[in-house]
C-alpha cells in the first residue's frame, strides 16, 4: 500500500477464496486458524516445532487483513486456544463425515492427506486444484492416507 503494508498474501487469498466460492459453490465453509498462543503439544515437548523457520513479518501483519476478508466473505474463523489448525481441520472432517457430509479440505500441507478417506479429499489449491482422493493420495505419496503419518518422518519431512 502506499504506507508500506504488503499486500500480496491478501491479494493472493481473497482471489483463490473468490475462485473456490464460484467453482465450488460450497453448502458450508470455514476457515480454520493457528491458536494464538502455545499448544498442547508445545507444552508436552519443548522442542516441538524447533526446526521451524519463522513466520516472515511482512506475511503476519496480513493475517489480520485475511481474515477481515474472512468477515467480510461471511465465512466463519475458528480456532481453539491450545490447538492448531490441523487438529481443528481434523475434527471438523470427522464430525462432517459423523454427520453424513462429504468433506473438502483445501490445503497445501501434506499433512492433511492423512485425513483423506471415501468421504473425505483434499483440494491443493497450489497444485491447479488438484484432488486427492485415496486413489490419488496413494499414488503421490506411495502410500495410503492412513499410512501418511508414518511416512513423511521416514522420509525426513521436518514436520
Do not use: W
Not at 16 to 44: C, H, N
Not at 93 to 116: E, H, N, P, T
Not at 141 to 148: A, D
Amino acid at each position: 500500500t502506499s504506507r508500506g503494508t504488503s499486500t500480496e498474501a491478501v491479494y493472493i487469498f481473497h482471489n483463490m477464496l473468490k475462485r473456490l466460492l464460484q467453482q465450488y459453490k460450497p453448502e458450508y465453509i470455514a476457515a480454520v486458524f493457528e491458536s494464538m498462543g502455545p499448544t498442547f503439544r508445545d507444552q508436552e515437548f519443548a522442542e516441538y516445532k524447533a526446526n521451524r523457520t519463522e513466520t516472515p513479518p511482512d506475511l503476519l501483519e496480513q493475517i489480520p487483513l485475511c481474515r477481515r476478508c474472512l468477515e467480510a466473505l461471511k465465512i466463519p474463523v475458528l480456532m481453539a486456544d491450545g490447538y492448531e489448525a490441523d487438529d481443528l481441520i481434523g475434527t471438523l472432517a470427522k464430525r462432517g463425515v459423523g454427520a453424513g457430509a462429504d468433506v473438502v479440505i483445501v490445503s497445501s500441507d501434506k499433512d492433511m492427506l492423512q485425513l483423506v478417506n471415501e468421504r473425505v479429499v483434499m483440494l491443493n489449491p497450489m497444485k491447479d486444484d488438484t484432488i486427492y482422493d485415496v486413489a490419488k493420495t496413494t499414488e503421490f505419496m506411495g502410500v495410503p492416507p492412513g499410512q501418511v503419518a508414518d511416512l513423511l518422518p521416514i522420509k525426513g519431512e521436518s514436520v
